[in-house]
């Protein structure tokens, strides 16, 4: 049983009754090309400007919400760069978030997906790295909703 759904999947399902004469015909490297696109304009928006994008048809939404490190768990993370630099263990402080964190969020709220539990949305590396990299250097997690 496959449990991810990629691109190739999303042309599989891409309606075969169009013809190269019709407007909206998109070979497979164009079709993409677009997705690929779309999804990277898409994360710059939820990253830089905290937006949440509604998706009409499956009647969700994905957004980055915000929270505060709970007591207990702050400054308990090794920040093994510098622990290495400096021959002696360091941990990190957060200070660049206030002691928040950040994480993507798909909260769905119809009842339109036939077993909707068995999905979930999992960003890639490059998206939660990317999320890091503007939260430390643009401070962008004062534009998010606290969770």
């Not at 905290?50 to 915000?66: A, D, E, V």
């Not at 990190?92 to 539990?117: D, F, P, Q, T």
Request: aromatic fraction near 14%; charged fraction near 30%.
């Amino acid at each position: 049983m496959k449990y991810s759904r990629t691109l190739s999947d999303a042309y599989k399902s891409f309606p075969n009754n169009v013809t190269e004469r019709d407007s909206y015909y998109a070979d497979y490297s164009t079709f993409v090309n677009i997705c690929k696109e779309f999804n990277k304009l898409l994360i710059q928006k939820l990253v830089k400007e905290g937006i949440k994008f509604k998706m009409p048809f499956l009647r969700s939404y994905l957004q980055i919400k915000k929270g505060l490190i709970p007591e207990h768990l702050r400054d308990r993370k090794i920040d093994f760069k510098k622990s290495k630099e400096l021959k002696k263990q360091v941990f990190h402080n957060n200070n660049h978030s206030s002691n928040e964190y950040a994480k993507y969020e798909w909260k769905r709220v119809g009842y339109n997906i036939k077993n909707r539990n068995f999905y979930k949305f999992t960003p890639t590396r490059g998206n939660k790295r990317y999320l890091a990299k503007e939260i430390k250097e643009n401070n962008t997690i004062i534009n998010y909703e606290t969770l």
